[in-house]
């Protein structure tokens, strides 16, 4: 079994759902080495999130924004954690929902993907910096 690894900082994003699934890939050409294996992308922030979902329609991440507002409103009066802006608890809240990994299978050297899934970038802060990814190839 190999393992592959790599640490990347994506570009400053604007709030909401961005596809980086190509980003993920050219940060880790080793995919192609892998007949059968797992891709994991692991986000190193408190204040954004991975998901897999649809690549093909961008009104999905559109609608993926709105409803996680809706969700998890900002300015609730009964946030503590208030000091970093209205926009930071909401978003500490969003990240845990959404999650801080994906996995994905690898076959004959690339992502198991369904057609329309994309790998995406959920960005919850309103001005955030580049958000770093650690991602993780491994299998034989």
């Not at 690894?5 to 596809?19: A, E, N, W, Y």
């Not at 999905?60 to 809706?70: K, L, P, Q, Y």
């Not at 209205?86 to 050297?109: C, E, N, R």
């Amino acid at each position: 079994m190999q393992f592959y690894q790599s640490d990347i900082k994506l570009k400053p994003f604007s709030r909401g759902f961005h596809l980086i699934t190509d980003e993920v890939l050219n940060a880790i050409p080793e995919v192609k080495k892998i007949n059968k294996g797992m891709l994991q992308v692991f986000i190193m922030h408190t204040s954004a999130s991975l998901t897999i979902n649809e690549n093909a329609d961008a009104t999905v991440r559109i609608d993926f924004e709105s409803h996680m507002n809706v969700m998890v409103p900002e300015n609730a009066p009964y946030f503590v954690h208030t000091f970093e802006g209205p926009d930071d608890m909401p978003a500490h809240i969003k990240a845990s929902l959404m999650g801080a990994s994906v996995q994905i299978p690898i076959t004959k050297g690339r992502l198991n993907l369904g057609i329309w899934q994309g790998v995406y970038l959920c960005e919850h802060r309103d001005h955030a910096s580049g958000r770093r990814l650690v991602i993780t190839a491994f299998g034989n």
